[in-house]
């Protein structure tokens, strides 16, 4: 398909850990990235991977990339209410970079 | 150093009108890139600007335009308004290269009625 997918939402509990999946397009996308959109915001990216990469992790976000399957995912450990947001998935792809339409993280208490 | 700025952060039109959006990218950064998001077909690139040349462009009707100045600030122009114009209007800004960051503007919501 064209579209990079990605569930719309979910919902998590304050302290668990949150996982949010992403399935992208190009095989040979180098870069994939996630963002994170608070409301009335812009984008801010969180982190990134290089495709060469099977996981990435920065203090409490983990990214596994599976290439095979064309799957990236991000983990949020210790899950706040700060993490409330919409998480987008992106590809760079052709010198564009691809979003999909974003998952609302929420958290419940 | 300042982030992304754009003007205005929010604007109501009419459908017919025409509207100009503006970017000033980070202090250094020479890319300029805009975006359109709608809660329907999310986030979608328009086109992309360095050093005054537009070098990449999205699936958008020729209404939609853009430019750059030597300042690296940037100017989004849409036409003949329609409803289905009303978006989150986002610019980012980079250095440049093809794996440079992108820096995100807050957006301007537009809102044609």
């Known amino acids: 398909g064209e579209d990079v997918e990605q569930s719309l939402f979910l919902s998590v509990r304050e302290g668990d850990s949150s996982v949010i999946n992403c399935t992208y397009t190009d095989s040979s996308s180098t870069y994939l990235y996630w963002y994170k959109q608070e409301p009335g915001a812009g984008l801010q990216l969180l982190t990134y991977?290089?495709?060469?990469?099977d996981m990435k992790q920065d203090q409490r976000l983990t990214v596994l990339l599976n290439k095979k399957d064309k799957h990236l995912s991000l983990r949020i450990a210790d899950t706040q209410t700060g993490d409330s947001a919409i998480y987008f998935c992106a590809e760079r792809r052709d010198d564009k970079i691809i979003f999909g339409k974003g998952t609302r993280l929420h958290i419940l208490p | 150093k300042a982030g992304v700025t754009q003007t205005p952060r929010y604007l109501i039109k009419t459908r017919g009108q025409q509207v100009t959006l503006s970017c000033s990218p980070i202090?250094?950064?020479?890319?300029v890139s805009w975006y359109q998001q709608t809660p329907g077909q999310g986030l979608q690139f328009l086109f992309e600007?360095?050093?005054?040349?537009?070098?990449n462009k999205g699936n958008f009707p020729g209404r939609f335009s853009g430019r750059q100045f030597s300042n690296s600030r940037s100017e989004m122009n849409v036409s003949t308004l329609e409803l289905g114009d009303s978006a989150l209007y986002l610019c980012?800004?980079?250095?440049?290269?093809?794996?440079?960051?992108?820096?995100f503007g807050p957006g301007t919501r537009l809102t044609v009625l």
């Open positions: 202090s250094g950064h020479r890319s």
């Open positions: 600007y360095f050093s005054e040349t537009q070098r």
């Open positions: 980012a800004s980079s250095f440049g290269g093809p794996y440079n960051e992108q820096f």
């Open positions: 991977i290089f495709s060469n990469m």
